[in-house]
Every structure is written in C-alpha cells, then in structure tokens.
C-alpha cells in the first residue's frame, strides 16, 4: 500500500495531487488516481486496485493559484495487510 500526502505550509497555498503509472506528463486529465480537496490532500493505493500495476509512479501536485504554494509532501509505503 503506498500513500501519498500533500498539505499547505501557508493559507494562500491549495496544493492539488496526481498519481499515475508510468505517464509522461501528469495532469488533471492524465493521472491514475487524484486528490483535489481543498486543504491537505492524499491518495492511497492498494495492490488490489485495478489501476494498480508495477512501473514508474510518477507523482504531480499542481497549484489551484500558481505562484502562491508552499507546501509539504511525504510518501509512506506500507505492507498490505489481508482482512481476516
């Protein structure tokens, strides 16, 4: 399980997040999977996802207002757990 997180550092700032995997040019349009909250955002992805495959996790956080982002970013991997 991967989880990708990305919040603001200032109250100007509203950082969007997009995954894909292996893709060229990550965008709104072109993304796996994406977060566009207003505030913090953050996409986890399971090994079960149908989207799921190996390859190139290319990761996007684009601006809502260029020029004004200051942000943070973290990825956690974590081993996927069976439900028992």
Not at 14 to 26: A, M, Q, R, S, T
Not at 32 to 60: H, L, Q, R
Request: glycine letters at 6%; one cysteine or more; proline letters at 7%.
């Amino acid at each position: 399980m991967i989880t990708i997180e990305t919040w603001p550092l200032n109250e100007l700032s509203d950082p969007d997040l997009f995954v894909g995997v292996d893709k060229e040019d990550i965008c709104k349009e072109n993304c796996d999977w994406k977060s566009e909250n207003i505030g913090p955002d953050m996409v986890t992805i399971y090994p079960d996802d149908a989207k799921f495959k190996t390859g190139t996790f290319c990761i996007a956080v684009l601006a809502f207002r260029p020029g004004t982002n200051h942000l943070g970013i973290r990825l956690v991997e974590t081993e996927a757990k069976p439900i028992q």
